[in-house]
């Protein structure tokens, strides 16, 4: 008997019961999408997620940016040294403490982070477009809920 040459097709099915695997499947799209936006923007998710804290927190110690972004403080250093190099932000002294530094959004880092922030919403609404604002708002409460301890 002869067999069938036709590819068997492979599912993932028994994974898609479970929520995590389904918010990492969602992940990796958003990952890929943002990458994609940012990239020509001169950001990468990272740096942008760090310029994104700085702009807000003004002077910001490098521990609590670390703190903020959930990473080691090793990691953000690189990320530090990374945005200096690009000139959107600046290392200030913190009096007192010579060895903290005090991390502020330059005025390049200012417009780059507008710009960024415009294309990324762009990026959020074409990818999240056939979701009502009412799915958006849930989905972005319920995955913050998920997040706290």
Same mark, same amino acid.
């Given at each position: 008997?002869?067999?069938?040459?036709?590819?068997?097709?492979?599912?993932?099915?028994?994974?898609?019961?479970?929520?995590?695997?389904?918010?990492?499947?969602?992940?990796?799209?958003? !990952?890929?999408?943002? *990458?994609?936006?940012?990239? +020509? =923007? %001169?950001?990468?998710?990272?740096?942008?997620?760090?310029? #994104? $804290?700085?702009?807000?927190?003004?002077?910001?110690?490098?521990?609590?940016?670390?703190?903020?972004?959930?990473?080691?403080?090793?990691?953000?250093?690189?990320?530090?040294?990374?945005?200096?190099?690009?000139?959107?932000?600046?290392?200030?002294?913190?009096?007192?403490? !010579?060895?903290?530094? *005090?991390?502020?959004?330059? +005025? =390049? %880092?200012?417009?780059?982070?507008?710009?960024?922030?415009? #294309? $990324?919403?762009?990026?959020?609404?074409?990818?999240?477009?056939?979701?009502?604002?009412?799915?958006?708002?849930?989905?972005?409460?319920?995955?913050?809920?998920?997040?706290?301890?």
């Amino acid at each position: 008997m002869k067999k069938s040459c036709e590819p068997k097709v492979t599912t993932d099915c028994n994974l898609r019961q479970f929520v995590g695997y389904n918010m990492k499947r969602a992940f990796l799209t958003v !990952r890929e999408d943002l *990458a994609s936006v940012l990239e +020509p =923007i %001169g950001l990468r998710m990272t740096s942008f997620s760090a310029l #994104a $804290v700085i702009v807000e927190n003004p002077d910001i110690s490098q521990s609590r940016l670390a703190e903020a972004l959930h990473i080691e403080r090793s990691g953000v250093v690189v990320l530090v040294d990374e945005l200096e190099r690009a000139e959107f932000i600046e290392r200030g002294r913190v009096e007192g403490d !010579r060895r903290q530094y *005090a991390l502020r959004a330059t +005025p =390049i %880092g200012e417009a780059k982070w507008a710009e960024a922030e415009k #294309a $990324v919403h762009a990026h959020e609404d074409g990818l999240f477009a056939d979701l009502t604002d009412e799915e958006r708002a849930s989905l972005k409460s319920l995955l913050g809920r998920v997040g706290r301890k």
